[in-house]
């Protein structure tokens, strides 16, 4: 079975500091996708960053980056510069089709 | 349109009754997703559309779910005789071709509460 595991129910991060958050997940596919997405309190998930299986080099996208362990089964985001907006629920996912979500990171980000 | 829409945004029903939610995916999006997102919980997957074609519904929780896309755009999942535990959040997704690198787009969901 596939499984995302994310430990950490709450984080807090200043204002333009740096904040990680960590995602563990367990497949027996080796051709799959991961993915970051955000929800705020509007629910609409919004893909934030993704990274292809395959590939050694880790994803960036802006102030978002990843830390893609794929031996270790690890898959943590890197929010840089954080701003006020940053603030929501982060889940990890597993893909490529149906997704394969973990129970989510609520990100607090204080002024 | 713009974006992946659903309706309503918000249903309150009885115990037992039926309700039908509706996803109405971006324009040539080939791929359709319904998930099921419960209070402070993750989304967990129901089902999967291309096209027409319902190609997984091993998410799917009874046999009083039923989803259907009958022209491949437009799609409507029902359940029937509704229980309290079919409380939650429904959200439907979109991807552009059927190849698994598409990403998903999501709409706003729809918040069912059974009383």
């Known amino acids: 079975a596939q499984t995302v595991t994310q430990s950490q129910p709450e984080m807090s991060v200043q204002e333009a500091e740096t904040v990680t958050l960590s995602c563990t997940y367990d497949t027996s596919e080796s051709d799959y996708y991961l993915f970051w997405y955000k929800q705020p309190p509007s629910r609409q998930m919004i893909l934030v960053i993704r990274?292809?299986?395959?590939?050694?080099q880790n994803a960036t996208e802006n102030r978002f980056s990843v830390n893609f362990q794929k031996a270790a089964k690890s898959f943590s985001l890197k929010i840089s510069d954080s701003q006020l907006g940053d603030a929501a629920m982060y889940f990890c996912a597993l893909g490529p089709d149906k997704l394969i979500f973990g129970t989510g990171t609520r990100l607090q980000v204080f002024p | 349109g713009a974006g992946v829409s659903q309706s309503p945004r918000y249903k309150v029903a009885k115990r037992g009754q039926d309700v039908a939610l509706r996803c109405d995916p971006i324009s040539g999006h080939v791929s359709l997703f319904w998930y099921q997102q419960a209070l402070g919980q993750g989304p967990e997957f129901l089902t999967y559309f291309q096209n027409e074609a319902q190609l997984d519904k091993s998410g799917l929780p009874s046999d009083r779910f039923f989803a259907e896309r009958p022209e491949g755009s437009v799609s409507t999942l029902k359940i029937q005789r509704t229980q309290q535990e079919d409380s939650a959040v429904y959200l439907c997704?979109?991807?552009?071709?059927?190849?698994?690198?598409?990403?998903?787009?999501f709409g706003d969901g729809t918040r069912l509460s059974i009383l």
């Open positions: 997704a979109s991807s552009f071709g059927q190849f698994s690198n598409q990403p998903q787009h």
């Open positions: 990274q292809e299986a395959y590939k050694q």
